[in-house]
């Protein structure tokens, strides 16, 4: 039954597609936005002093200027000239390890950073923790009704 049900489906939209039915996957004049200043894309007509919201600024080797702030650490910053975009690295180049960032990283752990990293068990899951609104593993109704419907 079920094989004839995917023949029938199959065939009744291979005909609706050719006999000028629905075509999903065909984007219409109307789906498309207009090409130009604030669509993201720097145009060949655009540049950084005519569309600073499409194109960066150019350096002088035909790269893009380096600009603290925007949430990346590029050629030219360092944590030192731009903590917003760069970690403070170790002497490996890996980031050091922030305590409070929301992140359990490398070099922490429950003890040392609480807010980041759970308590965990012997093979390394998060022990469950009644109240915080996740029902985990370990927990059930009886034993975790805020957690567990």
């Known amino acids: 039954m079920r094989t004839l049900l995917v023949v029938v489906l199959f065939v009744a939209c291979t005909t609706a597609a050719r006999n000028g039915g629905p075509h999903p996957h065909v984007l219409d004049t109307s789906d498309r936005h207009d090409v ?29 200027v380096a600009r603290c702030g925007n949430g990346f650490c590029e050629a030219g910053e360092d944590h030192a000239s731009c903590p917003s975009d760069c970690c ?22 429950h003890t040392s950073c609480p807010s980041d990293c759970c308590d965990a ?22 034993s975790c009704p805020a957690d567990c419907m």
Do not use: R
């Open 36 to 64: 130009g200043c604030g669509d993201g894309v720097c145009d060949p007509d655009e540049t950084h002093d005519s569309c600073p919201s499409d194109c960066c600024e150019p350096d002088g080797s035909g790269g893009c």
């Open 88 to 109: 403070d690295a170790n002497p490996d180049g890996t980031c050091k390890a922030v305590c409070g960032n929301g992140f359990c990283e490398v070099g922490e752990d």
């Open 121 to 142: 068990n012997a093979d390394g899951s998060c022990k469950p923790v009644c109240g915080n609104g996740f029902c985990e593993v370990g927990e059930d109704h009886a």
